[in-house]
């Protein structure tokens, strides 16, 4: 009983603690992306960077800290017990974030046209008046969005509207063709990628990174020394991550230096993740 009650708060304060750095690995997965680099594998090399360091960080601060109890047993269970909760719970998350990244879609002709069909049936109806209106200024704010980069004086984007929306025909042939055309005015623009994908990548990298502290304790026959390989691995894992992940991210253009710096970083939080693990099952386990 009194190992269970162990296990139950060791895993809260390691996921308490989990989220005060979360975030900032978010920001260091995020940042300083190449424009050269395919936006999916961007957004796949961001999610799954987000599951890895966690999955890596936390299982690996679970299990340092069972392993205080002397039990192999409790060790592999617990550890796998909260691989299996933490991928699916970072998978669900992603997915949901991914989710409500992706606006509304854009805004079409096939629009425009519902929305005036449905004022010609009820003319006398203000929220049909009104629902045409927000239409018309969304193919005016595609119009101008379009004009932009052309860097045109106010005034004669003013003419360019005003002589496109005299005729409604005219102004839906407009939005088609800039709709159309959309994807070759705005290279750039990365399309959004699958919740589902992005959640999925966030959980395998999660599942990937939780194996890596668990396996010593599997092949070793003490606990003493399955912690041992499991920090050493750890810790050398969480060095060469952190550094490959600042030279992926930085397109090799990051000296060896901000290399060593991002490795080390890495090792630091994991390391402060694994002590405080261990402190909070000692002192439990001696109250």
Known sequence: MKTGRNVLVLAVVVELASLNIR????????????????????????????????????????????????????????????????????????????????????FSVKDLEESRDSCERNSESDFMVEQSEKMQMQAEELVRQHLEPLDLPSSTITTILNTIQQVPSDLQRVVSRLNSLKDDLSPSQPTPQSPIISGLSISLGYTIGGIIPLLPYIFTSTVGLGLQWSSCLCLLVLFAFGAGKSYILQAGDASVRSWIIEGLQMLVLGALAAIAAVACVTWVGAN
Do not use: N
């Open 23 to 106: 975030d900032s690995k978010l920001s260091l997965a995020t940042a300083k992306m190449k424009s050269s680099q395919s936006p999916a594998f961007k957004r796949f090399l961001s999610d799954f960077t987000l599951g890895f360091s966690d999955g890596l960080t936390v299982p690996f601060a679970l299990t340092a800290g069972l392993s205080s109890l002397g039990k192999t047993d409790t060790v592999i269970t617990g550890g796998l017990a909260e691989l299996c909760a933490g991928s699916i719970s970072m998978g669900i998350g992603g997915y949901l974030a991914a989710r409500d990244e992706c606006g509304p879609c854009q």
